[in-house]
């Protein structure tokens, strides 16, 4: 000890370096390597704080549902089934969950055979199993930017490189994602899927037009790619009229022989009835299904028994017109976020003013707001956190690279009181002035930092430049653009270069 | 000590780090079980004192990261109810928790440090210290760091490559404290030694170098996932360098008034050959990635006998 406590010298051949460390990182498999932690999640561990304003979470309010119906289920649970229930499963799922998950489908307007689905441990182990079955080390998966934080670890886990397409108002343009599967295929690269969540995405609230969803299928077809359509929200609609899934649009065009041909549906409970169950499910093409069932099988063999007969008990409740009750819950969550999403919509107008904007989702949990380009929200998430004791998703978590996104948030309306969302809108909205307010001083503008914004972050005001081929998308419906926050995007490509500080 | 006896072990609290903390609370207790210690984990919160109080141990083992640990102000209070614990007392701990501080002690003291200044976030608004910033920049030129004077972990720290950068940065920086230094960039390699008090006093342990996978700068990201840095210990340095940072490591422990453990992390200039300081921690992580017991490892002072010697400070204060 003597001769290393005080003289180390002598370089590494000195003595083996044989600490802790380096002989967990010899055991660690290569892909450990790419799986990312980051600054936002150790600060994101201290907003479940009581005293901190929480708008970060992907929460349903769970607190709407009925402890006396929750005992009640669980008692018939208990009085039908409890072997059962305290039993392995069938790694597909239980045929009277699956019973259920046809009534959800149907209810968004797509006819399944009960034979595609396989029950899930939450929408999550979906896109874990999609993974598992399809990524190679480096294939790629096209992706919306900005995507769904949660798909990101499992894209890195899996060691996919990911091309993210900017949306628009309409969602993803698909002439956008023409241009780049053509990339790809030039460059050699092979494309296995396409995530996308095109009803009030998450994290960017904005939905996907008819045109393009009709279009997206084209494609697929074209070039001979899934799909992974991750649909949480499709129900939770509060205004405007449903539109097709892709899985029904891929069926109607009967390549499939009626069941879609080159989609994988992801659907979950959580939105519609609670997350703490853990059920979500997949309707996939038989090939790919038998894969799910097989990785699922090594993943954790069946999802909880207990709360798939939770849920089977759950969809045969009737209310007192005959109504199934999980109906009448569905329409109670849906009056409740609308007018939650109306409260933030309004804070927004107050607090968030000049230079701000953000998506007006017609359904689902979250608006994506992009601030001045000169705020970047993981700084002003530390600052909010410390400062105000209010909490949200910074949009870098959004994008592969952790770096795009830097000047935007995701809001969640649906889990916080009205009273909360006003107040967690005005304490951010107050930091973002003090932000400014500093910048001004800084620089000496009030206003503009120097130098020429679009040189050095993407721009954040929608503009009118398109060139969709698809009818639809070539005038923006004014109603959406005027509100959307999202870049249309540019020639050059300069609306998705990253903002590099 | 002469036998083990019951110690708590404060970790969490409210800062940025509060998760390092947490890991670096847990490895620390896992020791300490298998020391023999009764041993109590506090999660430093509104119940505390009265927690701390009502365990009544014989010392508490410091393993709070961030302001909350270690500027001073927990130390006092320790003093307060009378409570020997691990490290550095309350005024080591104000000089190195406030990087400003322990730079200009540094400083006083001829202990190279790269060239900085200070500002506090009110004076831009208050004394129109932006006014200060061109001259800031012509003494300190670019590319330049700005860091917030009391976090670690490199949260907060951005960089400035031009003027059109500076502001952004400042801003950055400023969301992580009120007080911020703009530092010269050095470019180098990373080097961290840590200094343990023992029988024969304190001693500088091998000389550690972080090497990020990642191009660019060595981040929060990277400093706290295995696999994301490599880790070099001892690192391969000539026995005149490696001299030279444990010489310096041990005059800066010594100014800053330490006591027990600290970790002092340098930087190696790849033109010159320099060696510069840039800060004292008084908390040394003790995370499976953390540098003091990879350091006291490449020493051959297990882990366990390391937090036994941790321990041991909080009676020879």
């Known amino acids: 000890m003597d001769r290393s406590i005080s003289g180390a010298g002598g370089g590494r051949g000195a003595r083996p370096t044989a600490h802790e460390l380096a002989r967990y990182e010899s055991l660690f498999a290569t892909r450990t390597r790419a799986m990312k932690s980051s600054a936002m999640r150790e600060m994101m561990a201290l907003t479940e704080r009581s005293d901190v304003i929480s708008l970060a979470g992907g929460l349903p309010d769970t607190k709407t549902f009925a402890p006396e119906l929750y005992a009640k289920l669980m008692a018939q649970v208990a009085a039908s089934a409890t072997a059962r229930a305290l039993q392995y499963g069938p790694t597909e799922g239980m045929a009277s969950t699956v019973e259920c998950i046809v ?148 069926a109607q065009l009967g390549a499939g022989g009626g069941a879609a041909d080159l989609v994988i549906y992801l659907g979950t409970f959580s939105k519609i009835l609670s997350p703490g169950l853990r059920l979500g499910w997949s309707v996939a093409p038989r090939p790919v299904l038998e894969k799910l069932n097989l990785g699922k099988q090594g993943s954790d063999l069946c999802s909880s028994p207990v709360t798939q007969l939770f849920v089977a008990e759950y969809f045969k409740e009737r209310d007192a017109g005959g109504e199934p009750r999980w109906l009448g819950y569905l329409d109670q969550l849906k009056d409740l976020y609308r007018s939650r999403r109306d409260t933030m919509l309004e804070a927004l107008e107050e607090h968030f003013g000049e230079g701000a904007s953000w998506t007006q989702p017609l359904g689902g949990l979250f608006v994506w707001a992009t601030l001045d380009e000169r705020i970047d929200t993981t700084d002003l998430l530390a600052q909010a956190r410390k400062s105000e004791g209010v909490a949200f998703v910074p949009g870098r ?101 990253q903002q590099d500080r | ?234 690192a391969e340095l000539s026995d005149e360098q490696t001299a030279r940072a444990q010489e310096l490591a041990l005059s800066v422990y010594k100014l800053l008034g330490c006591h027990g453990v600290a970790r002092v992390d340098l930087l190696l200039d790849e033109q010159s050959g320099e060696l510069w300081v840039l800060e004292a921690n008084v908390v040394p992580g003790m995370t499976e990635t953390s540098l003091l017991p990879q350091a006291a490892d490449a020493a051959g002072i297990g882990f366990d006998e390391l937090i036994a010697r941790v321990l041991q400070s909080a009676f020879t204060r």
């Not at chain 1, 430049?465 to 995007?489: G, I, N, Y």
């Not at chain 2, 061109?134 to 330049?144: A, M, N």
């Not at chain 2, 400035?160 to 502001?167: G, I, K, T």
């Open chain 2, 1 to 234: 000590m002469s036998s083990p006896g019951r110690v708590v072990v404060l970790k969490g609290g409210r800062s940025l780090e509060r998760n390092v903390s947490l890991r670096s609370g847990a490895h620390a207790q896992e020791a300490l079980t298998r020391l023999g210690h009764e041993v109590i984990a506090i999660d430093v919160d509104e119940g505390f004192v009265e927690q701390l109080l009502s365990a009544a141990p014989e010392a508490a083992l410091v393993a709070l990261h961030g302001p909350d640990g270690e500027d001073g102000t927990l130390q006092s209070l320790l003093e307060s109810i009378g409570l020997p614990y691990t490290g550095s007392g309350p005024a080591a701990c104000m000089c190195c928790t406030d990087k400003a501080l322990a730079k200009h002690l540094m400083r006083g003291a001829g202990i190279p440090t790269p060239d900085f200044h200070s500002f506090r976030e009110s004076w831009i608004e208050q004394l129109g210290a932006a006014q200060a910033l061109p001259s800031v920049e012509r003494s300190i030129g670019f590319p330049l760091v700005v860091k917030p004077v009391s976090q670690g972990s490199a949260l907060g720290v951005k960089f400035a490559r031009s003027s059109d950068e500076l502001p952004g940065a400042l801003v950055g920086a400023f969301s992580y404290g009120s007080k911020i230094l703009i530092e010269r960039y050095v470019k180098g390699r990373d080097l961290a030694v840590s200094v343990l008090d023992g029988p024969e006093g304190p001693l500088p342990l091998p000389v550690v170098e972080a090497v990020p996978r990642e191009e660019d700068f060595y981040d929060y990201e990277s400093r706290y996932e295995i696999g994301m840095t490599t880790f070099v210990c001892p």
């Open chain 1, 103 to 250: 009534q959800v489908m149907a209810a968004e307007g797509t006819a399944i055979d009960p034979g595609e689905v396989i029950v899930t441990t939450g929408g999550q182990q979906v896109i874990d199993l999609v993974c598992k079955a399809l990524i190679d080390p480096g294939d790629v998966i096209v992706a919306e930017a900005p995507t769904y934080p949660g798909a990101v670890p499992t894209f890195s886990a899996y060691q996919a490189e990911v091309e993210q397409i900017e949306m628009d108002a309409d969602g993803m343009p698909i002439d956008e994602l023409e241009t780049v599967l053509d990339r790809l295929q030039a460059e050699g690269r092979r494309p296995k899927f396409i995530y996308t969540i095109p009803n009030f995405q998450n994290p960017g609230g904005v939905t996907m037009s008819l045109p393009r969803r009709r279009r997206l299928v084209e494609v697929a077809h074209e070039r001979e790619l899934l799909i992974l359509e991750d649909n949480p929200y499709g129900l939770l609609r509060y205004e405007g009229e449903p539109l097709p899934t892709l899985h029904s649009l891929d």
């Open chain 1, 397 to 497: 978590a959004a994008y592969m690279d952790g770096r795009r996104g830097s000047s935007s948030m995701r809001l969640n309306f649906a889990g916080t009181d009205e009273a909360d969302i006003r107040e967690g809108i005005r304490r951010i909205g107050k930091v973002v002035r003090q932000q400014l307010g500093l910048y001004g001083s800084l620089t000496g503008s009030g206003s503009r930092a120097p130098g020429d914004p679009a040189a050095t972050g993407p721009a954040t005001e929608p503009t009118a430049a398109t060139s969709d081929r698809a009818e639809a998308d070539a005038q923006p419906k004014p109603p959406l653009a005027d509100v959307v926050a999202f870049p249309r995007r540019e020639q050059d490509g300069s609306a998705r270069r």
